[in-house]
T-cell receptor, first 113, second 115 residues
Framework: GAGVSQSPSNKVTEKGKDVELRCDPISGHTALYWYRQSLGQGLEFLIYFQGNSAPDKSGLPSDRFSAERTGGSVSTLTIQRTQQEDSAVYLC???????????FGPGTRLTVL | AQKVTQAQTEISVVEKEDVTLDCVYETRDTTYYLFWYKQPPSGELVFLIRRNSFDEQNEISGRYSWNFQKSTSSFNFTITASQVVDSAVYFCALRPRDSSYKLIFGSGTRLLVRP
C-alpha cells in the first residue's frame, strides 16, 4: 500500500515568508508525528497528533511553528516568518496506533535564504 | 534523563565483513521501546526493528541481528557479511512510556561498506 507522503519535496523560501508543509499519513493510521532533521541538531521531535488533537506540542521550537490535522488524516505544519535556522528536512511519520512503530515519509527539505 | 547515545559517528568496512553498531540508552522508565531505523542515501527512514523492555531475547532477521541487554542499557545491531547496499545512516531510538509516544533518536552512525 501507499506509504506516508509529503509535499513539497523541496521548498526554498526567503527569510520572513510563511511556509506550509503537508503530510498524508498511511490510510488508517491514527497517530501522526512531525520531526525535524538538521545537521546540528539531529532528529528532533516537533509534535504528535492522536486523531485531530495534539496532546504533545512540546517539541515546537517557537510560536512561529504550528500544526493541524483534519479528518484524522492530512496534517499541515506551518512556519511563520521563517528564519535561516529553520532550514532543515521536515519529516512526517504515522503509526497504526501509538504502540506501533512509526512509518516515515520522504521529508520536505526546507531552505530559508 | 531520556537519551540515546550512538558513539560511533562513522564506520567503514569492506564488503563481507561483519559490523556492529552500538546503541546505549538512558531512561527512568521500566517500560519502554527501542527501535532501529535505516536512512539510505535516498533519505527516507526505514523501520528495522522494535523491541519492548520486557523482551530481552536477541533477534535475528537474515543478516541482521540485535542484542538487547538491560544490564548495560544497550541495544546493539550487527550486520553479518555486510554488502554495499547496507551503506546508510543507522539510527537507534528510544520511546519511553511517559514520552507521549515520541521517539528520542541517537545521533546516528554512518556505515560505509566498500566493495
Amino acid at each position: 500500500g501507499a506509504g506516508v507522503s509529503q509535499s513539497p519535496s523541496n521548498k526554498v523560501t526567503e527569510k520572513g515568508k510563511d511556509v506550509e508543509l503537508r503530510c498524508d499519513p498511511i490510510s488508517g493510521h491514527t497517530a501522526l508525528y512531525w520531526y525535524r532533521q538538521s545537521l546540528g541538531q539531529g532528529l528532533e521531535f516537533l509534535i504528535y497528533f492522536q486523531g485531530n488533537s495534539a496532546p504533545d506540542k512540546s517539541g515546537l521550537p517557537s510560536d512561529r511553528f504550528s500544526a493541524e490535522r483534519t479528518g484524522g488524516s492530512v496534517s499541515t505544519l506551518t512556519i511563520q516568518r521563517t528564519q535561516q535556522e529553520d532550514s532543515a528536512v521536515y519529516l512526517c511519520a504515522s503509526s497504526l496506533e501509538v504502540n506501533s512503530h512509526q512509518d516515515f515519509g520522504p521529508g520536505t527539505r526546507l531552505t530559508v535564504l | 534523563a531520556q537519551k540515546v547515545t550512538q558513539a560511533q559517528t562513522e564506520i567503514s568496512v569492506v564488503e563481507k565483513e561483519d559490523v556492529t553498531l552500538d546503541c546505549v540508552y538512558e531512561t527512568r522508565d521500566t517500560t519502554y521501546y527501542l527501535f532501529w531505523y535505516k536512512q539510505p542515501p535516498s533519505g527516507e527512514l526505514v523501520f528495522l526493528i522494535r523491541r519492548n523492555s520486557f523482551d530481552e531475547q536477541n533477534e535475528i532477521s537474515g543478516r541482521y541481528s540485535w542484542n538487547f541487554q538491560k544490564s548495560t542499557s544497550s541495544f546493539n545491531f550487527t550486520i553479518t557479511a555486510s554488502q554495499v547496499v547496507d551503506s546508510a545512516v543507522y539510527f537507534c531510538a528510544l520511546r519511553p512510556r511517559d514520552s507521549s509516544y515520541k521517539l528520542i533518536f541517537g545521533s546516528g552512525t554512518r556505515l560505509l561498506v566498500r566493495p
